[in-house]
């Protein structure tokens, strides 16, 4: 199949491995007393660029059992690479949108770190991005957001491939954003854990609970949800990212006390999606140490 006009022909994908979600023992281990932390495109310091192989082991070397958020995206030749904007201008040397673009071109472009600085290091694959989160005990959750005009089931089914290809599916999460393709991508790859909007427990309906990580969005806290999701098995995911000034990381931060992060936990979260990993890892120390004695494979 074509992944979009002038692309070629993405290699047929390896057999679909049988059984149950790999990671969901893992993430029921967590839920009882632990917590983990995903990293925003896996940045954990202003001199990482986003979704960089140097953030990927830098955050994984500092949070164990990190979730690092990598978003990707297919190139005009038809391979993945690692890039948030649908152009290379705002975080790389390089200009125009990346489906535009061949890997080669984009190989002889350099990312800029998060505070600016140019560094000397191209944007990567996602094989090599998964290679490097695999290197320091990281789990990838791959963002399945497609460019202007392409189509997310196409970007999931290249990624899938990939994701069995590097013989990672023991250590990733696939976001969607909607129910028809949660539903799909969770068809396509059993094994995988899914990424999944739950606004009501109706939004679970077709849908596997040991596979899903319930996301729960960023805007208020919703306790009698989360309780209501954890009873059913699912662990509730909860955003502290977004803008500078306005996410929940900086209102947190404003009084230079951040135990608010202690109290998403106390109410029934177990993934905190956040901008600033480190200032979650040093309120919730403890948590993420229980975690990291919870068995997965590697």
């Not at 990346?98 to 990312?111: E, H, M, P, S, Y």
């Not at 770190?113 to 998964?130: D, F, I, R, V, Y």
């Not at 990281?138 to 013989?167: N, W």
Request: charged share 25%.
């Amino acid at each position: 199949m074509l992944f979009r006009s002038g692309c070629v022909a993405a290699p047929a994908s390896l057999p679909t491995p049988a059984g149950p979600p790999v990671l969901a023992a893992y993430f029921d281990c967590v839920r009882e007393g632990g917590v983990a932390i995903s990293a925003h495109r896996a940045v954990s310091a202003p001199d990482q660029p986003e979704n960089s192989i140097a953030a990927i082991e830098a955050t994984g070397r500092a949070i164990p059992g990190a979730i690092l958020e990598l978003d990707a995206v297919l190139t005009r030749d038809g391979r993945l690479v690692l890039m948030h904007d649908e152009t290379m201008d705002r975080t790389t040397t390089g200009h125009g949108r990346v489906g535009d673009l061949t890997l080669a071109q984009i190989k002889r472009t350099r990312l800029k770190a998060s505070n600016g600085a140019l560094t000397q290091a191209a944007p990567p694959t996602l094989a090599e991005a998964l290679d490097a989160a695999g290197r320091v005990g990281a789990i990838a959750a791959i963002d399945l957001k497609p460019a202007e005009g392409g189509s997310t089931i196409d970007l999931a089914r290249a990624v899938i491939d990939q994701v069995r290809r590097s013989g990672a599916g023991g250590r990733v999460i696939l976001i969607t954003y909607n129910d028809a393709d949660a539903q799909a991508v969770a068809a396509l790859a059993p094994e995988m854990m899914i990424s999944a909007g739950v606004n009501r427990m109706d939004d679970l309906a077709g849908l596997d609970p040991a596979q899903i990580l319930a996301w729960t969005g960023t805007r208020e806290e919703r306790p009698r949800l989360w309780r209501a999701l954890r009873d059913r098995g699912v662990e509730v995911q909860f955003g502290t990212l977004g803008p500078d000034g306005t996410r929940r990381d900086d209102r947190y931060a404003a009084d230079g006390d951040v135990s608010e992060y202690r109290d998403l936990v106390r109410q029934g979260v177990t993934v905190i999606a956040t901008d600033t990993p480190l200032a979650v890892k040093s309120v919730l120390g403890a948590e993420v140490a229980k975690a990291a004695t919870c068995p997965r494979p590697r």
